[in-house]
């Protein structure tokens, strides 16, 4: 068994690293470098193994650090599965095609630039068709399933309690009569996350590839943040004013919507009109909505009592702009 890391290492995106085991080649993620113009011009740079050799794509959840690359993979060669969980496969239908699409504009509105400058035009770094081709290749699993991927290398996904559908990954390797166990935790959600089951516990494992992007520090306690979200609608409900609230719009849009569903009689919000107006989000928010199954108790109890989407009554969707005028 050997294992390389080609993202995440020195940074937190763009997650990317390789098994080999029993003569096959494993991808864990692909996902894109983000940051400053010039970190996310290093998503230019070749491969630094040929995608053709990969014999399948493990990826732990949607996240466009994690799989964003997935489609510049499949361009470049790569023509194997793509393992995921159910949730995830819809996710990245959204994440993948957004990403595309913003490529593509990307390289519009650079060419422009260029143009007038007299400078060669650029390709985007993968186009919508490209971001196509990949989601066909993806093979779903459900949390738990054991199944072997390639001869000698068997999968089971755990969840990690990130986003909806993020997984820690199980990995057995059969070599020459020695099996080993590889776990990869992908990123680990905290305990009492909304909507989300508590991470799973693995309890044994040979090699772990973990993550650590808050391993040194010391998070807010959960509900003094609900506590100050709440005081800020009180203060705003008082001053007769509105409320702006930017989130991400997998994630941590559907967890505020769950605490103003949670805290809605608490909170006064029918006295307020609620929108979300954000494509992506919306499109996300609806996937959460067809898993019900992946909720924790608490969750799954408020989507008994709303029966809305998503844990919300009053919940106005707007995703075109002029709606959100």
Not at 135 to 157: A, D, K
Request: glycine share 6%; charged share 25%.
């Amino acid at each position: 068994m050997h294992i390389e890391f080609y993202g995440a290492t020195s940074g937190v995106t763009g997650s990317c690293h390789i098994l080999r085991a029993n003569g096959q080649t494993l991808l864990l993620d692909c996902g894109l470098i983000q940051g400053r113009r010039e970190e996310m011009e290093r998503n230019r740079n070749p491969f630094p193994f040929s995608p053709a050799e990969i014999s399948a794509v493990v990826l732990s959840h949607g996240h466009i650090d994690h799989s964003g690359r997935i489609p510049l993979l499949v361009k470049q060669g790569f023509t194997g599965p793509i393992y995921t969980q159910n949730a995830t496969a819809d996710l990245c239908e959204i994440l993948l095609q957004d990403a595309a699409f913003l490529q593509e504009k990307d390289a519009q509105f650079e060419n422009k630039r260029r143009k007038r400058n007299k400078e060669p035009p650029v390709e985007p770094l993968y186009t919508v068709d490209d971001a196509a081709a990949a989601l066909q290749n993806i093979v779903r699993l459900r949390y738990r399933e054991q199944r072997e991927i390639l001869p000698g290398i068997q999968l089971r996904y755990q969840d990690a309690g990130h986003i909806l559908g993020s997984c820690s990954v199980e990995l057995w390797l059969n070599e020459n009569g020695t099996e080993r166990k590889v776990v990869f935790s992908g990123d680990l959600g905290q305990y009492d996350t909304p909507i989300l089951n508590d991470p799973a516990v693995i309890e044994q494992a040979d090699q772990v590839i973990i993550e650590s992007t808050y391993g040194n520090r010391r998070h807010r306690d959960r509900q003094g943040t609900i506590d100050e979200i709440g005081q800020i609608i009180s203060d705003a409900a008082h001053q007769k004013g509105n409320l702006l609230i930017p989130a991400f719009a997998i994630g941590r849009s559907q967890e505020i919507l769950y605490y103003l569903g949670k805290y809605y009689d608490e909170w006064h919000l029918e006295r307020w009109q609620i929108f979300l107006d954000s494509p992506m989000a919306i499109k996300a928010s609806k996937v959460y909505w067809e898993y019900p199954h992946l909720y924790d108790e608490e969750a799954t109890r408020l989507r008994k009592q709303v029966n809305e989407m998503p844990f919300l009554q009053n919940l106005h969707l707007t995703p075109l702009p002029k709606e959100s005028m």
